[in-house]
């Protein structure tokens, strides 16, 4: 079983910075992805970022230049810095990982959870 471990979030004035990380424990695939989406109140769950092993990133358009996405492989975690905080971008934010065994099955797995608010 694979657990995430999301910290970081807060309460924070617009133009702020936050950085959220997310520590993955259990049987994890060599090769996978780990990234950030968020939901706000009344809205569907969007992509902020994504990183592969290899370090490739993506970003969603509107985050790009302000959020950072990046990880320690050693440990298993993935961190987002956010800059120029918007009230917009207040949201509960989810740490995921996903990866594809040899068996040719997906696994993918969510984060609790980590609010944060940006407040005008």
């Known amino acids: 079983q694979v657990q995430l471990v999301e910290s970081g979030g807060g309460l924070v004035q617009t133009g702020g910075s936050l950085r959220l990380s997310c520590a993955a424990s259990g049987s994890i695939a060599s090769t996978n992805v780990m990234g950030w989406y968020r939901q706000a109140p009344g809205k569907q769950r969007e992509l902020v970022a994504t990183i592969t092993t290899h370090h490739t990133t993506k970003y969603f358009d509107s985050n790009q230049g302000r959020f950072t996405i990046s990880r320690d492989d050693a440990k298993n975690t993935v961190y987002l810095q956010m800059n120029s905080l918007k009230p917009e971008d207040t949201a509960v934010y989810y740490c995921?990982?996903?990866?594809?065994?040899?068996?040719?099955?997906?696994?993918?797995?969510w984060g609790q959870g980590t609010q944060v608010t940006v407040s005008s």
């Open positions: 995921n990982l996903a990866f594809l065994l040899p068996d040719y099955t997906s696994h993918n797995y």
